[in-house]
Structure formats: C-alpha cells, structure tokens
C-alpha cells in the first residue's frame, strides 16, 4: 500500500472536518471541544521474546473516541508508521462512520508501531496475545469491539480473542470482530468493505449521471476492500477495470483488465506489479488516471492540494479511510467530481462487523444470503441520507456525511446529559 503523506498529521484534518461541520450546523462551544477529544486513550509499551531469544519492547495504543451511542469499535492496525496521532483520527473516523450508517456503535482504533513483514508468524502471534493482554483492561462486547486493519487479519483477532477469553476463563466472541467462522465470525465479514463500497457506487451513479455498466473504474490498493470492490464491479455491474496497483507499484490497460485474473497473479508473485499485457504505472499516476470511477483503496492522504486539479475521474469512491485531504475536497466539488466520503463508502465493513457481534451476542447465527441483504438494505438507506442532506444544504457529500453523524452523536450526548 502507498505509504501516508508524513507531513499531514491526519489527526489535525480530523478536528478541521469537525470545526466545518460545527460552523454549519451552529454547534456550541462546548460540544464542539467535546467532539475534538477522545474520550480515553492507553498507550502500552511491552515486551516481546523474538525468535532468536532477544526480548524487543513495542509501542501500542487503543483510543475510544466517543461512546454516547454505544459501545465503541474500530480496527487495529500493524504498521511502522503507526503514530498516536494517527489512530486518534482513526478513532473519530470510526464514530462519524458508526453514526452516518446509524449502528448503535461509539468509534475507537488501536495501533501496534510494528514491522509485520519482517516478522515471523510466532513473533506476530507472541506481539498479539501481549498487546491484546495490555489493552484487556478497557475491551470487551460492552465497552470496544476490535477488528481487523492495515496488517492484520481474521488469525490475528482470533489470537486476542483467545487471550482475552483464557483471562475471563470462558469463551467471548464478542470481544473482537473479522474472526473466522469457526470461531463465530460472520459470514460475508470478508468481503463487506469491498460490497458495501460496490453498493454505495451503484447508489451515487444513478444521481450523478455516472455510467458504471461499461464505464472505466481505477483502485488505488489492490488488497482486501480494493480487490472485492473491482471484481464486483466488473462481474456484478459490468464495469471495466483499466487501472490497479498495490504498495509496489501499478497497472494500466485500456480495454480492461480481469480482476480475478490480476488477483491469481499476485497470489502467486506477491504484487499486481508485471500482470502480462499491462503497461506499468505508479501509485500517483493511477490517481490520474482518466476512469469514470476512481476507488482510492490504500491508505490516507493520497489526495491533495497538489494533486486534486489532476483527477479526471467522474466519481471518486473512498474504500480507504482519509484518503483526501480538505483543501482537496473543496477542489474536487468544484470540478463537479462525485466523492463518496469514506465514513460511507467503507462502512460496510463496520456494518458486517456490527451483524456479526449482535450473532455472537444472539449465539444466533446469519446465512450469507441474509448478511449480503441487510448490508445492502444498510447502504442503500445510508446513501440516500447523505445524498438528501448534501442536496439540502448545497454541500459536498463528506460534509452531508458529517453533518448527519455529528448531529446524531451530539443528540445522543445531549439527550443522555454531562454526568454527573
């Protein structure tokens, strides 16, 4: 995946987006500080024993960003580049993203500064069960539900839910989220991101005049929510995929490329990179690229000041979290650029995680049929609020987005009162 912009602190854009949606819906002082603090943050520093026999002490965090509505939730992330900050803005994103979905959720994240690649399995598994043990403490159903992120997967929630589950002496599947079946994970949990961000641009597209059956689609970020969404796209809406790429690099073909067949390729090399009859491209020249849709899939701040003027994309679908900066957004709304902010188009993730808690919860489980329907009936709702709202206030999507779920945070924040 792309690496972030290092100069952007992604936790300042977070409190820009708030003070935008606070000037417009006339929020007060206070709720507006309020919304600009997690509520609590742990940073855990802890050691690990390394295959060879060295202990090596790692960096950790959970934040949880706002509970007014419930329970919080969000990912954990595996990352060299992992800051405080940085889950910190995950973390709010979380609570917009829970809101504007309209789930009975509070936002958190957590992080691990970490090198995974470099790592072996029991290193990752040893890292896992002692962050999952330090951050035991402040998760659980009733408080924060994890899940998967950047690096992380449905092994690694099964190891914290195992800790966490040996330290309660009984099993808790509740605890984490993206688990395996086997193990009370739901069904379609996999692919919901990517669905959820296919069913939100068949939503948009028929309000803005985008063609998607036979028109051009470029991911940014060949991975879970990137492929799912481009094979989608191509089988379900008859899309052509001209356009992909991954953290080593990228591809381009005019007529289309077959998702499935770039997705055996890098099964099988470890990167889209080299596909045969593809013409190499970079990660910054697939954002350019001219595409009808433009899915930026990989991680934040990969569209900005410098570069929005060049998208020639009609749609713009964020499967990743953050991946435009403010100024960018103002530029893309005034080229008449369609962008589906990511607290939408990537909330199917959250909302498949959300079925698959009240599941464990319920000890009641879903076939996929009907975990595929209730996403759909989810996104399909959640579009025509943020649309409805945008075409009210004459503002860009993110703004609707944002103002739908700040006003339903601070509703409930208002209607449950400042305790004591």
Known sequence: MPQATSSVNPFETAKRQVDIVADLIGLDAGFREVLKHP??????????????????????????????????????????????????????????????????????????????KAMSKAELERLTRRYASEISPIIGPEMDIPAPDVYTDSQTMSWIMDTYSMQKGYSVPGVVTGKPIALGGSEGRGEATGRGCAYTIREAAKDAGVRVKGGTVAVQGFGNAGSVAANLLHDDQGAVIVALSDSKGGIYKADGLNPHAVEAHKAKTGSVVGFPGAKAISNEELLETKADILVPAALENQISQKNADKIQAKMVAEAANGPTLPEADTILFQKKITVLPDILANAGGVTVSYFEWAQDIQGFFWPLDEVNKRLEQVMVRSYADVHKTATEKRVHNRTAAYVLAIQRVVDAMKTRGIYP
């Open 39 to 116: 509520k609590r943050e742990l940073s855990v520093n802890f050691p690990v024993r390394m295959d060879n026999g060295a202990l090596r002490v790692f960096t950790g965090y959970r934040v949880q960003y706002n509970m007014a509505r419930g329970p919080c939730k969000g990912g954990i992330r595996y990352h060299p580049q992992v800051t405080l900050d940085e889950v910190r803005a995950l973390a709010a994103w979380m609570t917009w993203k829970c809101a504007v979905v309209n789930i009975p959720y509070g936002g958190a994240k957590g992080g691990v500064i970490c090198d995974p």
